[in-house]
Nanobody, 127 residues
Framework: VQLQASGGGLVQAGGSLRLTCSASGVPFSRRGMGWFRQAPGKEREFVAAMRKGTTSTYYADSVKGRFTISRDNNNNRVYLQMNSLRPEDTAVYYC?????????????????????WGQGTLVTVSS
């Protein structure tokens, strides 16, 4: 499985971006999908996830109400719509999938749950 994240860029605070994760291999509909981010000097942190085989979603408290994860099964893509961006959202954003497993809900927040990762796309929010 090869994941490809795209859509990052430079945006002013309050603006919006949509990140796209695409892949070859297994359909996303059969995978749990997650978005994580890593800011300079910080650990990778959970942003959002969509549970395998469902439309159940999970969000970090810091992005609730501003970010939305969605999945397009026809085109095998996962999106992260980011609105009301803040300077503290600046980071490299990564998409990842859970592989063939079916993690319990609480594990969607953990990077170790995801065996496959994309290369990351940089989001920079200016104040």
């Amino acid at each position: 499985v090869q994941l490809q994240a795209s859509g990052g860029g430079l945006v002013q605070a309050g603006g919006s971006l949509r990140l796209t994760c695409s892949a070859s291999g297994v359909p996303f509909s059969r995978r749990g999908m997650g978005w994580f981010r890593q800011a300079p000097g910080k650990e990778r942190e959970f942003v959002a996830a969509m549970r395998k085989g469902t439309t159940s979603t999970y969000y970090a408290d810091s992005v609730k109400g501003r970010f939305t994860i969605s999945r397009d099964n026809n085109n095998n893509r996962v999106y992260l719509q980011m609105n009301s961006l803040r300077p503290e959202d600046t980071a490299v954003y990564y998409c990842a999938d859970t592989g063939v497993g079916n993690p319990i809900s609480s594990n969607y927040f953990r990077p170790s749950t995801y065996p496959h990762w994309g290369q990351g796309t940089l989001v920079t929010v200016s104040s």
